[in-house]
C-alpha cells in the first residue's frame, strides 16, 4: 500500500507498506503486517472493489559514486489495467540508497532531464490511472 504522498519537481516522496498477496484476498486474510492494518483501518470492514489493477516489469541499475552505492535506477514497463483497456507507460525512478543524499538525486535528475530529455511526471501510477478511470479513457 502506498500513500500519495507529495510530489515537489521530479521528487516523490510517501509512505510504503507491501505485503505479498494472492489476487482477490480480503485484508482480514491477509498476513499480519502494517499494510493489512491500515487496509482494514481504511475499509472499515467494507469489500474492496478493485478500480484498476497495475503490473510492472521492473529493470534496475545501482548508481555509483566513487565507492558509495548512491541509489537504485529503475526502469519501469507498466500496465494498467482499466475495465477492457491497456494502457503502457514507461516510468524510470531513482530511489536513493542509505549513503545518497538530496544532492546525488539533485545530480541524476538534472543528468536525466539535460543527456535524455526526461521530463518529471507529477503524478504516481495511482494518480495516473485514476486519471483514465475519471476521464474514460
Not at 72 to 101: C, N, Q, R, W, Y
Not at 102 to 110: E, F, K, R, T
Not at 111 to 128: G, I, N
Amino acid at each position: 500500500m502506498k500513500g500519495l504522498g507529495r510530489a515537489e519537481g521530479a521528487v516523490h516522496e510517501r509512505l510504503q507498506d507491501e505485503v505479498v498477496l494472492d489476487a482477490g484476498e480480503a485484508p482480514a486474510d491477509w498476513p499480519a503486517s502494517p499494510a493489512r492494518k491500515l487496509a482494514l483501518a481504511l475499509s472499515q470492514g467494507e469489500s474492496l472493489i478493485e478500480l484498476f489493477s497495475l503490473s510492472q516489469q521492473r529493470h534496475t541499475r545501482t548508481i555509483h559514486a566513487g565507492d558509495r552505492q548512491v541509489a537504485e535506477l529503475s526502469l519501469d514497463v507498466v500496465e494498467m489495467h482499466i475495465g477492457d483497456e491497456l494502457k503502457t507507460t514507461f516510468e524510470v525512478e531513482a530511489e536513493l540508497a542509505p549513503d545518497g543524499t538530496p544532492d546525488d538525486l539533485a545530480l541524476m535528475v538534472a543528468d536525466l532531464r539535460d543527456k535524455w530529455q526526461l521530463q518529471p511526471q507529477p503524478r504516481s501510477e495511482f494518480e495516473q490511472g485514476l486519471a483514465v478511470l475519471n476521464v474514460g479513457g
